[in-house]
C-alpha cells in the first residue's frame, strides 16, 4: 500500500503536547498471557516504546490509569489515547509510562476480526468510544485483580471484544500451538512475561525466572 508520507491516518485522539525524547527506554512489561484460537490477552503493567512495527493481529490497547502514545507515520508527531484500536498489518509505534493495561489481540480472518475491521474501517489507529472504554477497563481489571482463573480471564477477554463486535462468544477451544504467539506480533518481543499465578503457597509466590509465557489451558 502506497502512504502520503505527510498523512497522519489516525482516529480521533488528543496531540501529545510535545515529541518524546529518543532515549524513552525500550518497551518492557510484566503480567500474563491468555491465549485461544484466534485471539489473545496480554495484561499487566507495562511501559517504555515499542519502535515502529506492525503485526497480522488486530491490537485493542486499553490503558487502566493513563493515556497511551501512538503514530502511525515515522517521524510524525505522536497522538493520545485513552484507548485505541490499530488496525492488522499497519505500523505504528507505542508509548506508555508505566501504566497497568490489556492489550487484546485478534485475528482478522475469525468473526471477530472481520467484525472489528468493518467497524473500524480503513484506518491506522482508531480511538475507541469512551463508553466502551469504560466498560471494557472495567470488565478486564476486575478479572485481573480478583485472581480469576485462566477460563475466566478468556471469557472476559472475549466478552470485552465482543461489546466492540457484537459477535458471537463461542467457546473454542485453547490454542497450544507456538503459531498462537502471532497474536501479538513484533509488539511481545520484548516484553518479560511472568507465570500466572499457581494454586496454593505458590500463588503468593511466583517464580521469578522471566521471561515466561504462561498459555492459558481453560
Known sequence: MNRDPGADRTGIGFPAAEE?????????????????????????????????????????????????????????????????????????????????????????ETAEGRALGRRFGDVDIAALPESD????????????????????MVATARSAVALLTAAPNAATEISRTTPAFRNAGRCAIHTAVRPAPM?????????????VRRMSSA
Open 199 to 211: 494454586a496454593g503457597a505458590a500463588r503468593s509466590h511466583p517464580s521469578p525466572v522471566a521471561p
Open 20 to 108: 518524546r525524547p529518543r532515549s524513552t527506554p525500550r518497551m518492557t512489561a510484566r503480567g500474563r498471557v491468555y491465549l485461544w484460537q484466534g485471539g489473545s490477552l496480554w495484561i499487566g503493567h507495562g511501559g517504555g516504546r515499542a519502535q515502529r512495527h506492525a503485526h497480522h493481529a488486530h491490537q485493542i490497547s486499553l490503558p487502566f490509569d493513563g493515556p497511551a502514545l501512538f503514530r502511525s507515520e515515522a517521524g510524525a508527531g505522536w497522538t493520545e489515547f485513552s484507548a485505541a484500536f490499530v488496525a492488522s498489518e499497519r505500523p505504528h509505534e507505542m508509548e506508555l509510562q508505566d501504566v497497568a493495561i490489556a492489550q487484546l489481540f485478534v485475528e482478522p
Open 133 to 152: 472504554r469504560a466498560r471494557m477497563v472495567a470488565m478486564l481489571r476486575t478479572a485481573y485483580e480478583s485472581a480469576s482463573t485462566d477460563a475466566e
